[in-house]
């Protein structure tokens, strides 16, 4: 683990990271060779469960009297944290919407991008409330740095209430 990393700080904060469509991607072709020899081999091997990890973040939303959510693109990460919601649901667990949310992103609902969706169309499923939304139509790097400067050096952070949801997890 790299030194002062944000994988790091997340573990030692006890923040969960989630990657939903980690087997989309070059390291889970990986995960798949790796998978595949360690089977040859009579071995154990990784295995990654996405369902698993979409029960444990609604276990942190049916946890959390209110929730945010700060969204850089779309697709697959959109919907598995907007879909908390519905999955509580689901599980008979009343929760209320997330009440805040942005969405960062250069897609466009015209040609079908955008996961086919605004914020304001969470909104319509219940999923995001439509008071507290922005959408943010620009490429990620150009606005993260000065939205996490803006966060940071505005200091709110300083009397939030520390949360360890990893807790939820541990036996």
Partial sequence: MKKDSL??????????????????????FGIGKHQWLRKKEGKPYVSIDS???????????????ESGLFMVGGGT?????QDTVVCAEILGVEVPMHKYAIQIT??????????????LEAGSWGKVSEELQQM????????????????????????????????????
Wanted: aromatic fraction near 14%; hydrophobic fraction near 40%; glycine fraction near 6%.
């Fill in 136 to 171: 943010v139509y620009a490429e990620g790097t150009t606005v993260i740095p000065a939205i996490a400067s803006y966060a940071y050096h505005n200091g709110a952070w300083k009397e939030r209430e520390y949360k360890n949801w990893q807790k939820l997890f541990q036996k």
């Fill in 77 to 81: 990460p959109k919907n598995f944290a």
């Fill in 106 to 119: 250069v897609a466009d609902v015209r040609d079908g991008a955008c996961s086919s969706s605004t914020l």
């Fill in 7 to 28: 994988i790091q700080t997340c573990y030692e904060c006890g923040v969960p990271i989630f990657v939903p469509a980690f087997s989309d991607s070059s390291a889970g």
């Fill in 51 to 65: 369902v698993a990890d979409f029960l444990e973040l609604t276990e942190i939303k049916m946890n959390s009297p």
